[in-house]
DNA sequence: AAGTGTCA
DNA sequence: GGGC
């Protein structure tokens, strides 16, 4: 008996390339190396530990995250927002590495959207039972810049509802080093990750990680 | 509701 | 349910 987890779209998952799945949404498969990634993801969380956000409406995400970059994400009582102090420390966010950026950079340009320059890593750690609910990144002031998600470690499925919430999603299953950019029209797209699951053989305290580029300012 | 829990 |  065949269990089929993904879209016969996606039987060829393991191969490197691009696949454009969307106007604007674009899926980098295996595009990155990443064991240089986890070790600058350490130095950042030993400066701006990881925490799991308060939601406006009282809500804990069970994503654990820190930022890099000139300003960092930031959510509790008050809302949405980005912030140029880790409000834990009142100090500035870790810098963005330069690899981090130009990893960004070439990404981007090579989903067609070229000078992409991130002030912004949000780096999101998801452990075993951890899932993104649906929603839009909506608090950046250009909307005009493309958003670069880079998966690290445990493979999870990416959810794409594009225009409105309602689904269903297009489901896409991100992989270590895995790239997916949306932009232009995708950019307002409404997006959310499937908790995730334990492989079986994974170590308990295995996680994925991921980092998000944004240009917030 | 970038929350969780429950029911149909 | 909890940070400002």
């Known amino acids: 008996m065949t269990v089929t987890t993904v879209p016969d779209l996606f039987d060829d998952a393991r191969e490197p390339g691009l696949v454009a799945l969307a106007p604007g949404l674009a899926w980098l498969r295996r595009h990155v190396a990443t064991a240089p990634l986890v070790a600058a993801i350490e130095q950042i969380a030993a400066a701006a530990p990881w925490r799991h956000l ?3 409406f009282g809500g804990r995400m069970s994503v654990a995250m820190t930022n890099a970059g000139a300003v960092g994400w930031h959510s509790d009582a008050r809302g949405y927002r980005y912030v140029e102090h880790d409000p834990l420390s009142g100090r500035p966010w870790p810098a963005m590495p330069a690899a981090f950026a130009a990893l960004a950079a070439e990404a981007a340009a090579r989903a067609g959207f070229p000078g992409f320059e991130p002030d912004c890593c949000l780096v999101n750690r998801y452990a075993a039972g951890a ?59 409404y997006h959310g990750v499937r908790r995730l699951a334990l492989p079986a053989g994974a170590a308990p305290d295995a996680c994925r990680l991921n980092l998000t580029f944004r240009r917030a300012r």
């Open 131 to 189: 899932q993104m609910g649906v929603h839009r990144d909506y608090d950046e002031r250009d909307l005009g810049q493309p958003i670069v998600s880079v998966s690290i470690g445990l493979p999870a499925v990416f959810l794409w509802y594009g225009e409105t919430r309602r689904g269903p999603p297009l489901r896409v299953p991100v992989a270590d080093g895995d790239v997916v950019v949306f932009g232009g029209p995708a950019r307002p797209g």
């Open 54 to 56: 308060t939601t406006p």
